[in-house]
């Protein structure tokens, strides 16, 4: 008996609650008019298409849709350095993205965003040890 428990048996009050907890996450999501969608990791679409391919593992993307607004974002793969991430926004920049661009660079996170001419802006982030990732959106 306790091990059909502990393989999920039954329900705990836990798991119950946690339930409730993720139903009214997105209902909120939903009622904000945000929906995502998982794609590829690294989809064929006119996001892609404004940047190189990053050397990076990606753990996993999608697109987001929010009003009127399209983004693709992409999550990279535990264990992703500061130092990758900073080759990739070398390689963003020499894409075009120069545009109103922004750095952050401290100890434990970094950041970079900017616009290039064809109306798309990038965000590229690195949080020690939360992760690192990428969005790619139209203005």
């Not at 904000?32 to 590829?40: D, F, L, N, S, V």
């Not at 298409?49 to 996993?60: E, F, G, L, N, S």
Request: hydrophobic residues 30%; aromatic residues 8%.
């Amino acid at each position: 008996l306790v091990i059909m428990t502990a393989c999920g048996g039954g329900n705990s009050k836990g798991e119950k609650e946690a339930e409730k907890i993720e139903k009214k996450a997105k209902d909120a999501v939903e009622k904000a008019g945000i929906k995502a969608t998982a794609t590829e990791p690294w989809p064929d679409n006119e996001f892609t298409k404004q940047v190189t391919k990053p050397d990076i593992k990606i753990k996993i993307a999608g697109m987001v849709k929010a009003g009127e607004g399209e983004s693709l974002s992409v999550e990279f793969s535990k264990g992703t350095t500061k130092e990758q991430i900073k080759a990739y926004v070398e390689k963003l920049k020499s894409d075009g993205f120069t545009q109103h661009a922004s750095t952050n660079d401290k100890d434990a996170d970094y950041s970079f965003s900017a616009r290039n001419g064809k109306g798309y802006d990038v965000a590229v982030f690195w949080y020690d040890p939360e992760g690192a990732g990428l969005m790619i959106s139209k203005y």
